[in-house]
T-cell receptor
Framework: DGGITQSPKYLFRKEGQNVTLSCEQN?????MYWYRQDPGQGLRLIYYSQIVNDFQKGDIAEGYSVSREKKESFPLTVTSAQKNPTAFYLCASSTLTSRAFNEQFFGPGTRLTVL | GQQVMQIPQYQHVQEGEDFTTYCNSSTTLSNIQWYKQRPGGHPVFLIQ?????EVKKQKRLTFQFGEAKKNSSLHITATQTTDVGTYFC????????????FGTGTRLQVTL
């Protein structure tokens, strides 16, 4: 089965702790993305990566960090510097071609609650 | 920076009624994509429009891309309860086709 997996589905952490959310894809996609979604809100881009060992900040990167050591994996760390980390986190991936568009495929998401 | 707004933010319809959501970008878009997110789920790609004035249909869903390529609409004819969810438009970020800016979304509720 090809797709994107995120684990766990629900995650609880104490305030002040760093937490790492996993994202794995077996679609052989070059690009991967992390979004944050708050209740009733749209998707805001945190980080994205187009190639292994390279990534770029999105619109709300402060308080987050990522790594891209393997093509299949793009973990996101929510650090204690993120002031309001409770949210729904979505990982996505896409191909990179010369076409005008690249549809994004999303994982099931991780709902993070910081107590 | 680029902004993509959608209206309405929320709409509640009776099953069988029509529904339309509008998407407006602050910049011209090379293409626009539409996604649907069911409650508690993740966004799923529906369609992409590329040409100015393009209209595409998927069963009861009609998608349109504006002539100026700054706006788009999604129209659902005779809604069903399976249409419930949030509909997002998304356009490429400035200078790259690999990064998307998502619209604010329109949440559709359908009741019998």
């Amino acid at each position: 089965d090809g797709g994107i997996t995120q684990s766990p589905k629900y995650l609880f952490r104490k305030e002040g702790q760093n937490v790492t959310l996993s994202c794995e894809q077996n679609l052989n996609h070059d690009a991967m993305y992390w979004y944050r979604q708050d209740p009733g809100q749209g998707l805001r881009l945190i980080y994205y990566s187009q190639i292994v060992n390279d990534f770029q900040k999105g619109d709300i990167a402060e308080g987050y960090s990522v790594s891209r050591e393997k093509k299949e994996s793009f973990p996101l760390t929510v650090t204690s510097a993120q002031k309001n980390p409770t949210a729904f986190y979505l990982c996505a991936s896409s191909t990179l071609t010369s076409r005008a568009f690249n549809e994004q495929f999303f994982g099931p998401g991780t709902r993070l609650t910081v107590l | 920076g680029q902004q993509v707004m959608q209206i309405p933010q929320y709409q509640h319809v009776q099953e069988g009624e029509d529904f339309t959501t509008y998407c407006n970008s602050s910049t011209t878009l090379s293409n626009i994509q539409w996604y649907k997110q069911r409650p508690g789920g993740h966004p799923v790609f529906l369609i992409q429009l590329v040409k100015s004035g393009e209209v595409k249909k998927q069963k009861r869903l009609t998608f349109q891309f504006g002539e100026a390529k700054k706006n788009s609409s999604l129209h659902i004819t005779a809604t069903q309860t399976t249409d419930v969810g949030t509909y997002f438009c998304a356009g490429p970020g400035a200078g790259t086709a690999s990064k998307l800016t998502f619209g604010t979304g329109t949440r559709l509720q359908v009741t019998l």
